[in-house]
Structures are given as C-alpha cells and as structure tokens.
C-alpha cells in the first residue's frame, strides 16, 4: 500500500485548503454575474429554454 514518506507540514496542508477555498469564492462570483447578467437580459453566451405559454400570457 502506498504511503507518503514524510509529513506534510500545516503551512503546506493550510495553503492547500485556501487554494480550495479560493476557488470556490471564484465559481461563487462567477455564477453571481451570470444569474445577473441573466436576468437584466445581457446574457450573450448563455442559453437558457423560454417558456412560450407564460410568454403569450404575460402579453
């Protein structure tokens, strides 16, 4: 079985986790300004399916 050969230290196993931590602030924003852009209409690379029915009746 294999095991590592020496302890990882806590600045190296804390650096790791604020690297995961990181990314996901970034996925967060990300998907933040997308719902945004979404949803004022300045969406140009997201496509999303539009109910036609709850379109007529709204008009």
């Given at each position: ?56 009746e709204?008009?």
């Amino acid at each position: 079985m294999a095991v590592p050969k020496k302890k990882t230290s806590k600045g190296k196993r804390n650096q790791r986790h604020a690297h995961w931590k990181a990314k996901a602030g970034v996925a967060a924003s990300k998907a933040l300004s997308l719902g945004k852009a979404v949803l004022s209409g300045r969406a140009q690379g997201f496509v999303y399916p539009i109910d036609e029915s709850a379109e007529t009746e709204d008009s």
